[in-house]
Antibody, heavy 120, light 112 residues
Framework: QITLKESGPTLVKPTQTLTLTCNLSGFSLTTVGVGVGWIRQPPGKALEWLGI???????RYSPSLRSRLTITMDTSKNHVVLTVTNVDPVDTATYFCAHRPSSWYTLDYWGQGTLVTVSS | QSALTQPASVSGSPGQSITISCTGTSSDVGGYNYVSWYQQHPGKAPKLIIY???KRPSGLSNRFSGSKSGNTASLTISGLQAEDEADYYCSSYTSSITSNWVFGGGTKLTVL
């Protein structure tokens, strides 16, 4: 059974760096074609695509946030890490990670999400 | 890239059918048969209900169906039920070299 779970700080100060971890279970990020994406949702607003990392280490990012985002993976720990630099209150959101299966262009399993508030 | 365009809200009575549209460009919706739809109840994570324009994940009700014409994809829910009341988001693969996915702005479905 595939599960993902996000973890990290609930409160971050403006200008700091936010680091979130997505712990994976039930699949391996070494499987060809598999990816793990990050999506966020500000309170009361729409989903926003952030980026994805694939089994081969290839990364893709939202053009509007590309300069501030980094996604890495640690296959030995079976987790993926999202880093957001120089955060601002507008980065306050629930952050989700999701599984991209090897055969489909979609995100079929999602984590429960973690709410991060940016405030001084 | 810009988000895909969805109506802010739709509504319908129990038993009726509704359709939600999702409009993009030839670089995303129109260029690939990789449109997905997600259902999100308040406080919950999104749930995949349609992928590759019209395919349903195993076990999902056939009351949900998807289609596409040109740069516009559509989600139809037939036989509306109270539990269908939720937010619905479309998403598409995109040919942007810097990104792979784009989401719609979401549609709030109200079951009257």
């Amino acid at each position: 059974q595939i599960t993902l779970k996000e973890s990290g700080p609930t409160l971050v100060k403006p200008t700091q760096t936010l680091t979130l971890t997505c712990n994976l279970s039930g699949f391996s990020l070494t499987t060809v074609g598999v990816g793990v994406g990050w999506i966020r949702q500000p309170p009361g607003k729409a989903l926003e695509w952030l980026g994805i990392i694939y089994w081969n280490g290839d990364q893709r990012y939202s053009p509007s946030l590309r300069s501030r985002l980094t996604i890495t993976m640690d296959t030995s720990k079976n987790h993926v890490v999202l880093t957001v630099t120089n955060v601002d209150p507008v980065d306050t959101a629930t952050y989700f990670c999701a599984h991209r299966p090897s055969s489909w262009y979609t995100l079929d399993y999602w984590g429960q999400g973690t709410l991060v508030t940016v405030s001084s | 890239q810009s988000a895909l365009t969805q109506p802010a809200s739709v509504s319908g009575s129990p038993g009726q059918s509704i359709t939600i549209s999702c409009t993009g460009t030839s670089s995303d919706v129109g260029g690939y048969n990789y449109v997905s739809w997600y259902q999100q109840h308040p406080g919950k994570a999104p749930k995949l209900i349609i992928y590759d324009v019209y395919k349903r994940p195993s076990g999902l009700s056939n009351r949900f169906s998807g289609s596409k014409s040109g740069n516009t994809a559509s989600l139809t829910i037939s036989g509306l039920q109270a539990e269908d009341e939720a937010d619905y988001y479309c998403s598409s693969y995109t040919s942007s070299i810097t990104s792979n996915w784009v989401f719609g702005g979401g549609t709030k479905l109200t079951v009257l």
